[in-house]
């Protein structure tokens, strides 16, 4: 008896993957949208002893920056205060590989003192209110945490279902020159 082939649901995933690039714009877009479509990161820093510390944490973004709030003292605003060079990874559910989308954003990292007027628009777009309700704390007062901001200088966007329009599913972001 003779077995068939499995059926490919998506046959556009067999064979060598496209290498074009997406317009800026469009791959912008798609950045801006998975920023705003998830909401965990795994921030990683370097350690004193030059080994990577790799720790989740929930985001917000205002444009390609993304930033969360950190104690002072632990050891991923130790780190950054020492060297502010950051890896911040970004995927959304992964159900198969048509779905594969993330990105890696590479840059420095800076924090901002809640008295900052540098902080002012950031913690507009900061949704604390439901972290304040979540934790019993009062909805009229606002955090006094430090924020961390997250720069790219770089960013590897992977979205497998780029192929099926005959784009590459890895691009790079970098800013635009001046």
């Known amino acids: 008896m003779r077995q068939s082939a499995m059926p490919l649901t998506n046959p556009w995933l067999a064979g ?24 965990m990161a795994v921030i990683a820093t370097v350690n004193t002893d030059g080994s990577p510390a790799a720790t989740p944490v929930r985001y917000y973004s205002l444009g390609l920056e993304i930033f969360y709030t950190s104690w002072n003292d632990s050891v991923k605003s130790r780190n950054l205060r020492r060297d502010p060079r950051v890896s911040a990874g970004i995927f959304a559910p992964l159900v198969g590989q048509a779905s594969s989308r993330g990105a890696q954003l590479f840059g420095t990292a800076r924090t901002l003192e809640r ?29 006094s945490d430090p924020l961390t901001v997250i720069t790219p200088h770089r960013i590897l966007y992977t979205e497998h279902w780029l192929r099926r329009t005959g784009y590459a599913p890895r691009q790079t972001w970098r800013p635009a020159s001046p």
């Open 16 to 39: 060598p993957a496209p290498a074009a690039e997406l317009p800026r714009e469009a791959l912008e877009e798609r950045i801006l949208n998975l920023l705003s479509t998830q909401n």
């Open 115 to 143: 008295e900052d007027p540098a902080s002012d628009g950031y913690w507009e777009a900061f949704r604390w209110q439901s972290d304040h309700a979540e934790r019993g704390r009062s909805v009229s007062e606002p955090p």
